[in-house]
């Protein structure tokens, strides 16, 4: 989306990228630069601890503090873009005019923020549906083998991308 509407400096914060979930977000994040021959720079992309609202604040000050910064930063959670808004904040900078925001999950914190945020949605109750269903069929004392499930997941295009 953000390379759709002119950004080739784009950085990511994330949780750790060796959590599994996470690790597909990095892929697709690198997958856009390779299909779009944009060259990634690895320090723009920032490993936090967590999911938190502290830890995107704190890695919101590291990326926006270098010399040479993003004009626009995917996180891979609400929580981890409200703490960098605040950062952004902080630093005398203005969402979307000065940095243009995305983000993945939709959760509540989408609506919260000024400017909301533009978040691609986390199917929660597909998830939940999915696990159910392979639980049944563990209780029920079929054979589950492994498998992948893609799930759909869509954007809310809101304020924070500058569209």
Known sequence: HLIEHGHTDIGMITAPLDWPHVAECYQGYRKAFQENDLV?????????????????????????????????????????????????????????EDVAITSYNDSPYAEMTHPMLTSSTFPAYQMGVEAAEMLHRVIAGQEVREKQVVLESTLVVRQSCGC
Do not use: M
């Open 40 to 96: 990634l720079n690895p320090e723009w992309v920032i490993e936090t601890d967590d999911f938190f609202i502290e830890s995107g604040y704190e890695a919101g000050l590291e990326l926006f503090q270098q010399e040479d910064r993003p004009r626009a930063v995917f996180t891979a959670s609400d929580s981890l873009a409200v703490g960098v808004c605040k950062a952004l904040t902080d630093l005398g900078l203005s969402v979307p």
